[in-house]
């Protein structure tokens, strides 16, 4: 089983500022098959970026996903309100599919 | 639109079955592998295993292999969740999602499960 890392747990910025989160997987992830997710309190998760770099419809130019292998990166550019939330990585070329245990962008 | 529709929350004693269903609208059900995923309370996201409605093809995860069953009807295009006997450990909200080039790429709105004597 693929495990995923993710840092840091929690991540204090200011609207505005750039956010740069990490996943690292403990084996290459196969064909790059991994995704970013955005949960905010109470509701159900939503797709960010899929095959590592690939926007999901509706996702906002200020998400970026990069990466390849066994490290991979979410960058949210400049961080508006309602980006604070709780981000999870998810690889999908093994299974079982695994997430990281994700990481906590919260307003500074 | 294309939605999951999830059934209501439960309350249980350990011991009790269940079932939970997830309805998928607005969508060929048959064409795209459904997942369900567990958030325990304060905790993250575990994928317990995923089906392909077409032909009912299923894939546990070894953590919840012989602890849950993952089935589908699609003449109602509608996915299940089912326990035989609950724990107070199943306390968790559980989600359907559709997949869609390999990731999740829609979520029902999640079903509360609460086990408790």
């Known amino acids: 089983e693929i495990v995923l890392t993710q840092s840091p747990g929690t991540l204090s910025l200011s609207p505005g500022e750039r956010a740069t989160l990490s996943c690292r997987a403990s084996?290459?992830?196969?064909?790059?098959?991994l995704a970013w997710y955005q949960q905010k309190p109470g509701q159900a998760p939503r797709l960010l970026i899929y095959?590592?770099?690939s926007r999901a419809t509706g996702i906002s130019d200020r998400f970026s996903g990069s990466g390849s292998g066994t490290d991979f990166t979410l960058t949210i550019s400049r961080l508006e309100p309602e980006d604070f939330a709780v981000y999870y990585c998810?690889?999908?070329?093994?299974?079982?599919?695994?997430f990281g245990q994700g990481t906590k962008v919260e307003i500074k | 639109e294309v939605q999951l529709v999830q059934s209501g929350a439960e309350v249980k004693k350990p011991g009790e079955s269940l079932k939970i269903s997830c309805e998928g609208i607005?969508?060929?059900?048959?064409?795209?592998?459904m997942g369900w995923v567990r958030q325990m309370p304060g905790k993250g996201l575990e994928c317990m295993g995923i089906?392909?409605?077409?032909?009912?093809?299923?894939r546990y995860s070894p953590s919840f292999q012989g602890q849950v069953t993952i089935s589908a009807d699609k003449t109602i295009t509608t996915a299940y969740l089912q326990w035989s006997s609950l724990k107070a450990s199943d306390t968790a909200m559980y989600y359907c999602?559709?997949?869609?080039?390999?990731?999740?790429?829609?979520w029902g709105q999640g079903t509360m499960v609460t086990v408790s004597s």
């Open positions: 084996q290459s992830v196969s064909s790059n098959y």
């Open positions: 998810q690889q999908y070329g093994s299974s079982p599919r695994t």
């Open positions: 999602a559709k997949i869609r080039s390999g990731a999740f790429d829609i």
């Open positions: 089906i392909y409605p077409g032909d009912s093809d299923t």
């Open positions: 095959g590592a770099s």
């Open positions: 607005g969508y060929t059900f048959t064409n795209y592998w």
